[in-house]
């Protein structure tokens, strides 16, 4: 099967079990990855912890709200020495997204020099959101370092059909109905949740409204050998 359907894109190897109406009852299929790579995870509780205290001790001289697309009064931007302490502290979970990456996409693994550009906190609040929008550099990431259990009670008696309050939202290419065209990964975020995704997906966060903060780190970082790496990689 791997032989026959060559393309560009790598391919997964499926085999699905159909019922006695078709001369086998076992279908093999493949099917391509394609679109964004996006990682998931959750981060230990030392490294969560961390940042909620060095984002606790941030003051309004730490407001990096100007350079975001959030509508959030609280978003800070961390001190030098937190910011290298938690890069460190990302390494393997950077290496295991560009493992993933390449995986995904059949690509080889090549070095690539990865280098922070910034980390902040959000302090998200009733009424604040975040509106679809990209990010700078290469690769970007959210980190939930507090989800209230509060948000939890408010989305089971959300009424309507599309994302609940609080989700965060990936979307890649023209939203279409009905849903097998998936083009949206609607998300419930916990304490502790990880996700590294392509820095020009667009993505949002909706509004809810419970009387409660909710926590967040967001990041971006960039390829710093890209002259070193064959035009078409990046």
Same mark, same amino acid.
């Given at each position: ?125 009733? =009424? &604040?959101?975040?509106? @679809? ?7 970007? $990431?959210?980190?939930?370092? #507090? /989800? ?43 304490? =502790? &949740?990880?996700?590294? @995704? ?7 966060? $909706?509004?809810?409204?419970? #009387? /409660? ?22």
């Amino acid at each position: 099967m791997k032989q026959r359907f060559q393309g560009y894109l790598p391919l997964n190897n499926n085999e699905f079990e159909v019922g006695d109406n078709v001369s086998s009852n076992r279908i093999k299929t493949c099917s391509f990855n394609w679109g964004p790579y996006v990682m998931a995870t959750t981060l230990p509780d030392y490294i969560i912890n961390g940042l909620k205290e060095a984002g606790d001790k941030l003051n309004e001289e730490a407001n990096y709200g100007e350079h975001l697309a959030g509508h959030l009064k609280h978003q800070y931007q961390y001190k030098q020495e937190t910011k290298e302490w938690f890069y460190r502290e990302l390494t393997p979970y950077i290496k295991a997204y560009r493992k993933g990456h390449c995986q995904f996409h059949g690509l080889p693994e090549m070095r690539i020099d990865i280098g922070p550009i910034d980390l902040w906190i959000n302090y998200m609040k009733p =009424g &604040d959101y975040n509106p @679809f929008h990209i990010h700078g550099g290469d690769y970007s $990431f959210v980190i939930f370092i #507090d /989800v209230p259990k509060e948000l939890e009670e408010e989305r089971k008696k959300y009424p309507g059909t599309h994302a609940a309050p609080g989700s965060l939202v990936f979307s890649y290419g023209q939203v279409q109905q009905p849903a097998i065209f998936r083009m949206e990964q609607l998300i419930t975020p916990y304490t =502790g &949740d990880f996700y590294m @995704f392509p820095s020009l997906l667009h993505h949002s966060v $909706f509004p809810f409204k419970s #009387d /409660v903060t909710r926590i967040s780190v967001s990041g971006n970082m960039a390829v710093l050998n890209r002259q070193n790496l064959p035009k078409t990689y990046f």
